[in-house]
């Protein structure tokens, strides 16, 4: 039992660190392969891949999210344009009859925040523990690290011990700065902005500062070139680099030591991890509205996106024939 107490909870709190980590790509990867450590405001929500101008599933994802369209997947065409009139019936928002990019951008992005207040949910009974809709610290810090608080004997292993020594306050930390009212109780918004800092303004520097130490092993309080690609990339043997890693030192260099004194301090992490310069959401929504805007008036009506179908939703005809494309050029 006392093993078997000891895994459960190095095995949550290890998920925690790493699932519930600051930004995506947090996790270590393979010696050769680049490491994303850019946070996008619309997480779910990426580059638009190369080869998916035909198969239209990246538009499907952020018009209605992963889960959602997988279920339009599932329908028949007939479903799928009923079920879309009316959803455009709620995109529009003013009631004019008119879908305009900025009223898609915020449906986007509403659809593209849904995930994160949907991982809440999953996990919000494992820490409410007495069921009053709200999460204290000490409430966490028990369901999270209460076995090794009341245990330390049987974490022997030093890499256990630092691993916890280190999540604790750190953990503590972001959910101070998460609890706005500092009664260290978060509510359900609270939790998320915990659970979720890249996605809140007031959560920011917390994402900054945890990238910092983490990647920063001299600890000098900046991130040299080394340090930047180190946590990129693990040359374990000797020879070359690859090319994408030599193009990121020239990306230091060149894009993210923005005072040349080489190396980055918090403000140019900020830049570099939280980039304001580009809106995926307002570029998906004006690709819709180009594509299927037929008489060029920079507006959709329901007739359009319907005739447009198949880029806004998916079905069983779609994806039929989606199928039969990849088996082809399977052989």
């Known amino acids: 039992m006392a093993r078997g ?3 459960r909870i190095l095995g949550l709190a290890l998920g925690l660190l ?11 990867a393979k010696p050769t392969v680049r490491k994303e450590r ?17 198969s239209f599933q990246y538009d499907h994802e952020a018009f209605l999210g ?18 879309l009139g009316k959803i455009v019936d709620r ?43 709200k999460i204290s610290w000490e409430e966490y810090k028990q369901a999270t690290y209460g076995y090794y608080l009341g245990n330390p004997e049987e974490f022997q292993d030093p890499l256990d011990h630092n691993t916890f020594k280190k ?18 109780i978060a509510t359900r918004e609270e939790f998320t902005a915990f659970l979720h800092p890249e996605e809140f303004e007031h959560m920011k520097e917390i994402v900054v500062l945890e990238t910092l130490e983490d990647i920063d092993k001299n600890g000098d309080g900046f991130l040299d070139q080394d340090e930047y690609i180190a ?4 040359h374990e043997e000797n020879g070359p680099e690859p090319d994408w890693v030599v193009s990121e030192r020239e990306q230091f260099n060149e894009f993210r030591d923005l005072n040349k004194d080489g190396k980055l301090d918090k403000d140019e992490i900020r830049h570099w991890i939280l980039p304001q310069d580009y809106d995926h959401a307002q570029a998906e929504a004006r690709h819709l509205v180009y594509e299927s805007d037929k008489n060029k008036d920079e507006k959709l009506t329901k007739e359009e996106i319907l005739d447009n179908w198949n880029m806004f939703v998916g079905s069983q005809a779609t994806n039929y024939g989606e199928d039969l494309t990849k088996n082809h050029d399977e052989l």
């Open 5 to 7: 107490g000891r895994d």
């Open 38 to 54: 850019v946070v996008r405001p619309d997480s779910e929500l990426g580059e638009r891949p190369a080869e998916d101008n035909q």
């Open 167 to 184: 999540m604790l306050p750190r953990d503590e930390r972001r959910f101070k700065a998460a609890d706005l009212d500092g009664d260290q």
């Open 231 to 234: 946590d990129m990339f693990s």
């Open 66 to 83: 992963k889960e959602d369209s997988k279920t339009f997947d599932q329908l028949t065409s007939e479903e799928s344009k009923e079920r």
């Open 18 to 28: 790493l699932a519930l980590a600051l930004a995506p790509g947090a996790l270590r």
């Open 91 to 133: 995109i529009d928002s003013d009631g004019d009859g008119f879908v305009t990019t900025e009223e898609l951008k915020t449906w986007i992005k509403r659809v593209q925040r849904r995930y994160i207040y949907d991982n809440v949910a999953k996990v919000w009974k494992d820490y409410d523990r007495d069921k009053d809709d």
